[in-house]
Antibody, heavy 116, light 107 residues
Framework: EVQLVESGGGLVQPGGSLRLSCAAS????????MNWVRQAPGKGLEWVSY????????YYADSVKGRFTISRDNAKNSLYLQMNSLRAEDTAVYYC?????????WGQGTLVTVSS | EIVMTQSPATLSVSPGERATLSCRAS??????LAWYQQKPGQAPRLLIY???TRATGIPARFSGSGSGTEFTLTISSLQSEDFAVYYC?????????FGGGTKVEIK
């Protein structure tokens, strides 16, 4: 069974940093591309970032470019999102999602709240 | 950047009735279009990919159609568990873009 479990969310002040993790199991993690997608409270879905299976290709949404960094450790079956210079508008549930052309499996998400 | 527009924003339907949801892309995305269902407090679930292919385990009452810029998700006979928010997403170009969602509510 495919499982994606996010962690690392919490309350952070504007301008602060946070690192999200996603632990993957039930599939060959190193063979799949991965994404982060977020959802602000009461709002729709917003794609945030993508990383290829080897980590050699990375894309970001304009809203996070230069502030967020996606990475992965295939030996640990883990995906990461380093978030710096956080803003109030980054407040959202962050989902880790497997990519097989489209996003086919999603984790349950971790809540990031940016507030003073 | 491709913009995805869904309509209507809210659809009120009685159980057993048919629901038709629309999604429009600002430029062609070929058939690289997916539909997701999201219930309160849950992660999205993939329903349809390739515009018309049901994902594993998705009931036959869900069907997708369209290509290019116009797409439709049809739920042939709404069950109680189908009341949720539905999102379309294009995966033809970067950045990936989601529509704003259609909430299907009980009439």
């Amino acid at each position: 069974e495919v499982q994606l479990v996010e962690s690392g969310g919490g309350l952070v002040q504007p301008g602060g940093s946070l690192r999200l993790s996603c632990a993957a199991s039930g599939f060959t993690f190193s063979s799949y591309e991965m994404n982060w997608v977020r959802q602000a409270p009461g709002k729709g879905l917003e794609w945030v970032s993508y990383i290829s299976s080897s980590g050699s290709t990375i894309y970001y949404a304009d809203s996070v470019k230069g502030r967020f960094t996606i990475s992965r450790d295939n030996a640990k079956n883990s995906l990461y999102l380093q978030m710096n210079s956080l803003r109030a508008e980054d407040t959202a549930v962050y989902y880790c999602a497997r990519d097989s052309g489209t996003t086919d499996y999603w984790g349950q998400g971790t809540l990031v709240t940016v507030s003073s | 950047e491709i913009v995805m527009t869904q309509s209507p924003a809210t659809l009120s339907v009685s159980p057993g009735e048919r629901a038709t949801l629309s999604c429009r892309a600002s430029q062609s995305v070929s058939s690289n279009l997916a539909w997701y269902q999201q219930k309160p407090g849950q992660a999205p679930r993939l329903l349809i990919y390739g515009a018309s292919t049901r994902a594993t385990g998705i009931p036959a009452r869900f069907s997708g159609s369209g290509s290019g810029t116009e797409f439709t998700l049809t739920i042939s006979s709404l069950q109680s568990e189908d009341f949720a928010v539905y999102y379309c997403q294009q995966y033809n170009n970067w950045p990936r873009a989601f529509g704003g969602g259609t909430k299907v509510e009980i009439k």
